[in-house]
């Protein structure tokens, strides 16, 4: 039998981040954990949600003329498992929060917090900051609290991700698309390839995005085989392969035929080819010197030259800076000559 895939953080990993983060709020090496009431928690507004149950209808009870009653419930009824462990052996991991006033807003744990009032408990244990981090690292935190879930689907998982590369993107300045296979390894602890999966599955067309949205795709590898195919026939083919339960071998034949049109087109003439391109590749180089002095060429245009000032700063010796900077002002050329 086939052993089944863990995601998990490497521990080397967790513990760069626990000293990231302990370092950051003055904590010595590690986070405070106390036992905190129950009612001193409340959800952060600013953090996106997966559910819409509340602690208000935790303990009030979900109102009948509730235009969400339905989804509550159903809601609240997949607490019921979590709560009754948390009844027979309690809170294995504390949930993690910062302090807001007199209050504790929740990084992670939302779960656990609602299932522990179904449990009846009155106090939780948690894992504490002082102040609210920045979000980079909640999204570590909640990757982190997360990753171990059996339950975890993976649209929950590429949410989370998604929300940690762009904060992780916006850290380091550059935009999400510029984001590679490495830094995702690097930042989850995973190997490469399970990275690049990761990667092709976020660059899904629109249909299997929401085959995994809709939980219909559940398996990364699957999934990201199948966003690869570019036949929109062989593509279908292998959905509904996989929709009917073809194994990972099943599918990777399948789209070994769409690896052989793409030889077929390549030797076709390009009057041949079908679709024509719809963009312009300018190309790409490793020489730095000739990547400046293209830029430098198109900022010496009267229509960007007023640009200059914000290219002054540019780290001619950093291959991310520079494509940033050229992408963006491919974007304002766009806007000027649209």
Same mark, same amino acid.
């Given at each position: ?7 998990? $953080? ?36 600013? =953090? ?16 009948? *003329? ?14 019921? @498992?979590?709560?009754?462990? $948390?009844?027979?052996?309690? $809170? ?37 900051? #002082? ?7 909640? @999204? ?10 059996? #339950? ?13 590369? @762009? ?7 550059? #935009? ?6 490495? #830094? ?20 899904? *067309? ?32 292998? $959905? ?40 312009? =590749? ?57």
């Amino acid at each position: 039998m086939a052993k089944k895939k863990v995601f998990q $953080i490497s521990n080397a990993l967790v513990e760069g981040l626990e000293e990231t983060v302990s370092a950051a709020h003055n904590y010595n090496g590690e986070l405070r954990v106390e036992v905190i009431s129950l009612k001193k928690i409340e959800l952060d507004p600013e =953090n996106p949600r997966d559910l819409i149950l509340t602690f208000d209808d935790m303990y009030h009870g979900i109102a009948k *003329d509730d235009k969400n009653y339905t989804r509550k419930m159903d809601e609240k009824a997949s607490l019921l @498992s979590i709560a009754n462990s $948390i009844k027979e052996q309690g $809170i294995i991991n504390p949930v993690v929060v910062y302090k807001f006033g007199d209050k504790y807003r929740l990084i992670a744990g939302e779960r656990r917090s609602l299932a522990s009032i179904l449990a009846g408990k009155t106090e939780v244990q948690a894992k504490i900051l #002082d102040t609210k981090p920045d979000e980079l690292k909640i @999204s570590l935190l909640q990757w982190m609290e997360n990753v171990e879930r059996k #339950d975890l689907s993976l649209a929950e998982r590429l949410k989370n991700l998604e929300k940690m590369l @762009s904060a992780y993107a916006l850290n380091k300045g550059f #935009d999400l698309d510029d984001v590679t296979a490495t #830094d995702v390894g690097r930042l989850l602890g995973c190997s490469l390839p399970h990275a690049m999966n990761y990667i092709s599955v976020m660059n899904a *067309d629109t249909k299997v995005k929401e085959l995994i949205r809709t939980n219909k795709l559940k398996n990364l590898e699957k999934a990201a085989l199948i966003a690869t195919i570019r036949s929109d026939g062989i593509k279908q083919e292998a $959905i509904e392969a996989c929709l009917a339960g073809a194994t990972l071998k099943k599918l990777k034949s399948i789209s070994a035929q769409d690896k052989v049109k793409k030889m077929v087109i390549t030797h076709l003439s390009p009057d041949m080819r079908g679709r024509q391109p719809s963009l312009v =590749n300018l190309g790409s180089t490793r020489k730095i010197p000739v990547a400046k002095l293209i830029i430098d060429s198109i900022l010496s245009h009267e229509k960007v030259n007023h640009l200059k000032q914000h290219f002054s700063e540019l780290n001619w010796t950093d291959y991310k800076s520079i494509n940033h900077a050229f992408k963006q002002l491919i974007k304002t050329l766009e806007k000027i000559e649209a």
